[in-house]
Nanobody, 121 residues
Framework: QVQLVESGGGLVQPGGSLTLSCAAS????????MGWVRQVPGKGPEWIAG????????DYIDDVKGRFTISRDNWGDILYLQMASLKPEDTGVYYC??????????????WGQGTQVTVSP
């Protein structure tokens, strides 16, 4: 079955960096666009970054553009999100999703379990 397993979250100071990873299995990873969705406390989920199946395009919301970088390893079936210049408002749960650009998939197999990122002094 489809599995998306995130790792790399944690506590970081403002201005710091983190790299999230998502190990994919149970499907042909290289055939699917992928993305990251963030859920911050008190708000609904927000699509923040996406990448094409072959990595030929990437896209970001304005809030993270220039600070976050999405990438993928289609040999190792891993999705990454490099986060830099982190702000307290970046705090939230970050989910790896199998989805088209700007799409937040319905709950189910297209979501990982999420990894918590906390940005605090």
């Amino acid at each position: 079955q489809v599995q998306l397993v995130e790792s790399g979250g944690g506590l970081v100071q403002p201005g710091g960096s983190l790299t999230l990873s998502c190990a994919a299995s149970g499907f042909t990873f290289r055939s699917y666009d992928m993305g990251w969705v963030r859920q911050v406390p008190g708000k609904g989920p927000e699509w923040i970054a996406g990448i094409g199946s072959a990595g030929t395009w990437t896209d970001y919301i304005d809030d993270v553009k220039g600070r976050f970088t999405i990438s993928r390893d289609n040999w190792g079936d891993i999705l990454y999100l490099q986060m830099a210049s982190l702000k307290p408002e970046d705090t939230g749960v970050y989910y790896c999703v199998r989805a088209l650009r700007h799409v937040i998939p319905k709950p189910g197999e297209d979501w990982g379990q999420g990894t918590q990122v906390t940005v605090s002094p």
